[in-house]
């Protein structure tokens, strides 16, 4: 099956540092990736949705030039936290949906902890 | 808005128990429908999802969900629970019809099974 491929799975990075977060579809092509971040029993919040060749579209609250979105290729989408503060510190997964088609594969996601 | 609500957080229950998780969503046009599940230190895996047609699904491991359009609701249920099912759940909903919406997830419900 889809197999989405996220690294790294565990980041610790000081703050006023960025971090950059990868998100691959292995087996498929990825119009469109999401990604979400988790908070300690919490639900999943989207962040973002990223597109291809274009500008990602931002939730309401979530700060475009904090998390910058990259999705340069089919397979290949990038998570970038710049200057990062502890208030960041979060479970952060990307989801993709492989081009016309209907499900949403998740991958494994990234602990980042800003110290 | 659109909002997904699961009215357990957190489930207890013997092996061999039966389960039935609550889903509620809210939002007046079509809909998908979905639950994941997180194993611990695991990724989120699709348990089983509705787009159309019959509305009782079948999903892995013996899981199936129904949706109740009157109800607005997409309940998990099980006929009997293993330890193995130890895990979250999480129902989540997509309101573009197959295209490239994004999920909005409720938050969980943490599922525990004694032996």
């Known amino acids: 099956g889809a197999v989405v491929s996220q690294h790294p799975s565990r980041v610790i990075c000081k703050s006023g540092t960025s971090v950059k977060i990868e998100c691959r579809s292995l087996?498929?092509?990825?119009?469109?990736m999401f990604w979400y971040r988790q908070f300690p029993k919490q639900s999943l919040m989207l962040m973002a949705t990223?597109?291809?060749?274009?500008?990602?579209?931002?939730e309401q609250g979530v700060e475009k030039d904090k998390f910058l979105i990259n999705h340069a290729s089919l397979t290949l989408s990038t998570l970038t936290v710049t200057s990062a503060h502890p208030e960041d510190s979060s479970f952060y997964i990307c989801?993709?949906?492989?081009?016309?088609?209907?499900?949403?594969?998740f991958g494994s996601g990234t602990r980042l902890t800003v110290v | 808005a659109q909002s997904v609500s699961q009215h357990n957080h957190h489930v207890i229950l013997s092996e061999a128990a039966s389960l039935e998780l609550g889903c509620n969503y809210s939002?007046?046009?079509?809909?998908?429908l979905f639950w994941y599940v997180q194993y611990p230190g695991q990724h989120l895996q699709l348990l089983l999802k509705?787009?159309?047609?019959?509305?009782l699904v079948k999903g892995i491991k013996g899981f199936e969900a129904e949706f109740i359009k009157s109800k607005f609701s997409f309940n998990l249920r099980k006929p009997s629970v293993q330890w193995s099912d130890t895990a979250e759940y999480f129902c989540?909903?997509?309101?573009?019809?197959?295209?490239?919406?994004?999920?909005?997830f409720g938050k969980g419900t943490k599922l525990s099974v004694k032996p």
């Open positions: 087996d498929f092509q990825a119009t469109t």
């Open positions: 509705y787009f159309s047609g019959d509305p």
């Open positions: 989540a909903v997509s309101s573009y019809g197959g295209s490239q919406g994004n999920l909005i």
């Open positions: 989801s993709a949906r492989e081009t016309g088609g209907s499900g949403y594969t």
């Open positions: 939002y007046g046009g079509t809909v998908n």
């Open positions: 990223s597109n291809e060749g274009s500008k990602a579209t931002y």
